[in-house]
């Protein structure tokens, strides 16, 4: 099942400890950039599995890549 972000972008991060499924294209990345690194400092005590696809037009417009694989 795949939702929009509704309302709370974001809000699941503060919830139980679900999986979930990021899918972003180019410039949309910004907004899980925030969430990625609340996300990390909350790994470790969720045990959460984040599997994250962020899909560019080309290469060179990967500009946060390092920041995502970080």
Known sequence: TVWGP???F???LDE???DLIWVAG???VTPFLDM???AQRQE???GRRID???TVAK???AVYLEEIEQ
């Open 6 to 8: 509704y309302g709370s």
């Open 10 to 12: 974001g809000h699941v």
């Open 16 to 18: 139980e400890a679900i």
């Open 26 to 28: 180019g410039i949309g």
């Open 36 to 38: 990625l690194q609340h």
């Open 44 to 46: 470790s005590h969720t």
């Open 52 to 54: 994250f696809f962020w």
């Open 59 to 61: 290469a060179e417009d």
